[in-house]
């Protein structure tokens, strides 16, 4: 069965960093590319990161460049992000995706993780 599960959000300062990781079960993810998207409170979810599941590529929102890294270990199936110098804009609940469609579109894909909060306090 394809899934997502997203782990290791929390609750930090601002200026410090969090690594999410999402673990990716399921023969059909594997040749999909993946992503994370974030949703805070009353905002529709937005694009923060994407890998290309064989390639490599990876390609970020702009509120997150320079701040936050995606990357996968194929081997171990789990797909990473690295952020540091967090911000209060930050906050949001982030998930796990994986398709085939546009990288940065939601409705680019077709599988979701039940997500992970990450709150950042000033």
């Known amino acids: 069965q394809d899934e997502l599960v997203e782990f290791g959000g929390g609750s930090v300062q601002a200026g410090e960093s969090l690594r999410l990781s999402c673990a990716v079960s399921g023969r059909a993810l594997s040749s999909y590319h993946m992503g994370w998207f974030r949703q805070a409170q009353g905002k529709e979810r937005e694009f923060v990161a994407g890998?290309?599941?064989?390639?490599?590529?990876?390609y970020y929102g702009d509120s997150v460049q320079g701040r936050f890294r995606i990357s996968k270990d194929n081997t171990k199936n789990m797909v990473y992000l690295q952020m540091n110098t967090l911000e209060p804009e930050d906050t949001a609940v982030y998930y796990c995706a994986a398709g085939d469609g546009s990288y940065r579109q939601t409705h680019g894909q077709q599988y979701w993780g039940q997500g992970t909060q990450v709150t950042v306090s000033s």
């Open positions: 890998i290309a599941w064989s390639g490599g590529f990876t």
